[in-house]
């Protein structure tokens, strides 16, 4: 990896991700050849510290390579960013990082489960729905409530959240992921049930990063939360991109060439145009972010999440659009653009990228409280 640069990732990896990504949704989950060249090349170390070999990039730049994976193929894109945890690092004590290791692949859930003190320790108990690449992964980072008899603990800022870390060892793994889109990242339940945890595995969701440096300043949710939209429009930007293709070879019911039909013409103009800003948008909020470090403020990070939302607003219309453009070639299982159709529009439905979170972005900007847990 020492003579790959980030920026160099999603070339370098194309020729692997188009041989398996067919294979991925085919078997529900990422194959091991796949994910072998993956992991040497460093794409799941995007973000994690230099001296445990990783890249350590900011936030814009790693959402910009999520885009160009997503362009590639979505499913391997999303497996790739639920799987970038090595900010882990920054934020576990030593000895919890040390049980892990630098080299461990930890899919992540934001669907809290249940922790309960046990002396020194902790107990873990709950449902994880789609985690993401779990197959693949070696650990689990779950989000977790802390209880206090039947109640929820409260702090001033709400309850009590933890992130808990567990081996994939023990945990258990139920085959729900049975679905249309999105099939190769092998988004299953994840279910533990009164599980021991060690203390230095369990962090608050606010916890300050032990390593200060400007990869780790900002709040931790905006690490994962923005990656989910990236991937996405890498998608929309693919589904224009084949429509560019197949206009070049297909011909209408009035024998005129696709290419040359001012509608298709105008609509592939549009969808470029929508997904570019939609990009634009998403990577100046993350620039931001960078930029302000721990000092961002409830109306940066709102505008984070309004441009999270328009990703997925715009994705969803570019995805239509395009669908409609290419005619019956997507109504075909062997159609590219109908497999980035299905993907992309059961990407859209992440709880990330809901529409309702332009009500967190229109409070900060109005200078009200965010009125939600993960801000």
Known sequence: ?????????????RPAIEKYRDEADETRR?????????????AFRLNAPRETGGFELPLASVLDLYERLGRIDGPTAWVVWNLNWGFSAAILPPSGFARIGADALIANSGQPGRLVADGADWRLSGAWKIVSGIESADWAALLAIVFEGDQPRMTPAGPDVRIVWVPRSAVTVRDTWQ?????????????VADLTVPADLVVPLSVTPRIDRPAYRAPLVHLVFPGCAAVLLGMARAAVDEVAALAGR???????PLAEQPRLQAAVGRAGAQVGAARALLLSCAAELDRAGVATTEAQRGELRGAISYAAETARSVLTAMYEAGSSDPLYGSSRLGRIFRDGMAAAQHANMSAAHY????RTRLGLPPNALLV
Do not use: C, F, W
């Open 1 to 13: 990896m020492s003579d790959i640069t980030a920026d160099q990732l999603p070339e370098l990896l």
């Open 30 to 42: 990422m194959p091991a050849g796949l994910l072998d060249e993956l992991r040497t090349a460093g």
């Open 179 to 191: 679905v249309v889109g999105m099939r190769g990242t092998n988004s299953n339940t994840v279910v």
């Open 250 to 256: 297909k011909v209408g019911m009035d024998g005129v």
């Open 359 to 362: 009500e967190l972005a229109g």
